[in-house]
């Protein structure tokens, strides 16, 4: 699964982009932000208020109960600033 | 027409291109968007914008498409600017073109309120104090919720 990362969630994990497999059990967006948490300091704060989390699967914006799957694009970001 | 670009871009030469033999357009509307110098109290040296590129695009696109079906207009530009800016620099050039003037005026309002939650960029402000993620503003999601219609929700 290709994940990206935007804004301060990209400054605070440490990079913008990462091709990463995470366990079976993790089936949406919201249980990807949980299980990323755990995987280091920057994670860890990066999604320390997964309410103030946006995320776009497949360059689609998605709500956190979006099922998400092997070979998808996801990106996890803050919300977005445009204009 | 929408462009996301790292280059500046000419309003005058941008309005005359869309209006050059179309003379059946009787209006434009524009709006453009600058980086300010300040942030709050303090003053910004730059601003860098970051984007998602392939959903930039998909996400312009798809506004420009939404005001086109609400309003009636000859044409639309989009151009949004990305990478590291100074204050006084153009960020954003939105210009509507319409028969009369209600069409353009709303829809060019429509889609900078719209940009502004629904395009994904992000800008970092270089300050005195070091470097500051923008936050989203609650007065602009406000502003986008004005032209969500009942139908849609």
Redesign the interface.
């Known amino acids: 699964m290709q994940i990206?990362y935007?804004?301060?969630v990209?400054?605070r994990v440490g990079h913008g982009k990462e091709e990463l497999s995470p366990p079976d059990d993790v089936g949406t967006v919201a249980d990807l932000i949980d299980w990323l948490k755990g995987q280091g300091d920057g994670y860890a704060h990066a999604f320390e208020n997964a309410a103030a989390i946006r995320a776009?699967v497949n360059?689609?914006?998605a709500p956190h109960d979006a099922e998400i799957a092997d070979g998808d694009e996801v990106?996890l970001?803050?919300?977005?600033?445009?204009? | 027409m929408i462009r996301v670009q790292d280059e500046d871009f000419d309003i005058g030469a941008e309005i005359t291109r869309m209006t050059e033999g179309s003379t059946e357009i009787g209006g434009l509307a524009s709006f453009v968007?600058l980086v300010r110098d300040y942030a709050g109290d303090e003053q910004i040296s730059s601003m860098t914008l970051?984007?998602?590129p392939?959903?930039t695009e998909?996400q312009l696109e798809r506004l420009e498409a939404e005001a086109r079906e609400r309003w009636d207009l000859q044409d639309v530009l989009i151009i949004?600017r990305y990478g590291k800016l100074d204050p006084g620099d153009r960020?954003?050039l939105v210009v509507t073109a319409s028969p009369h003037r209600e069409a353009s005026l709303e829809s060019c309002h429509f889609l900078?309120d719209w940009?502004?939650?629904?395009?994904?960029?992000?800008?970092?402000e270089e300050k005195e104090s070091g470097a500051d993620?923008?936050?989203?503003r609650e007065t602009?999601?406000v502003a986008a919720g004005r032209w969500v219609r009942v139908s849609d929700t």
Do not use: C, N
């Open positions: 990206l935007f804004g301060w990209r400054t776009a360059q689609e914006i990106a970001f803050p919300p977005m600033t445009g204009g | 968007g970051e984007h998602y392939g959903m998909k949004h960020i954003v900078i940009l502004k939650t629904k395009a994904p960029f992000w800008k970092l993620w923008v936050d989203a602009d999601s």
